[in-house]
C-alpha cells in the first residue's frame, strides 16, 4: 500500500503513480464516480481518489485477490513436488 499524499488537507492517491499490479486492478474496480480532478497551482490531476476509498480497495479486495492466487500458486507448486524419498514421518 502507497502512502497518501495531502492537498489542501485533502488525502489521495493519484492511479496513474501505483505500482503497476495496482494500477490494472483498481481501474476494473474503481467507479468513476469516486475519481476525483485536484486544481493544484501548477497541474491539474484528474486521475486522483480519496486515499480512504483506496486503503478500502488495498485492504479488502486487492490484497484478498493477492492472497487467493497465492494461494493457488502454492498449492500447484506443491502438488509438482516430490514426496521425501523413503523418509517416514510419524
Given at each position: 500500500m502507497i502512502e497518501a499524499k495531502i492537498?489542501?488537507?485533502?488525502?489521495?492517491?493519484?492511479?496513474?503513480?501505483?505500482?503497476?499490479?495496482?494500477?490494472?486492478?483498481?481501474k476494473n474496480w474503481v467507479n468513476m464516480d469516486v475519481v476525483?480532478?485536484?486544481?493544484?497551482?501548477?497541474?491539474?490531476m484528474s486521475d486522483c481518489i480519496l486515499f480512504k476509498d483506496y486503503e478500502f480497495w488495498f485492504k479488502k479486495i486487492h490484497t484478498s485477490a493477492v492472497t487467493t492466487e497465492e494461494v493457488s500458486m502454492i498449492k500447484s507448486e506443491f502438488k509438482t513436488k516430490?514426496?521425501?524419498g523413503?523418509?517416514?514421518?510419524?
Open positions: 492537498y489542501r488537507g485533502i488525502e489521495y492517491v493519484r492511479i496513474s503513480e501505483l505500482p503497476e499490479d495496482q494500477k490494472t486492478s483498481i476525483i480532478k485536484i486544481q493544484t497551482e501548477t497541474v491539474l516430490k514426496p521425501f523413503g523418509l517416514a514421518f510419524d
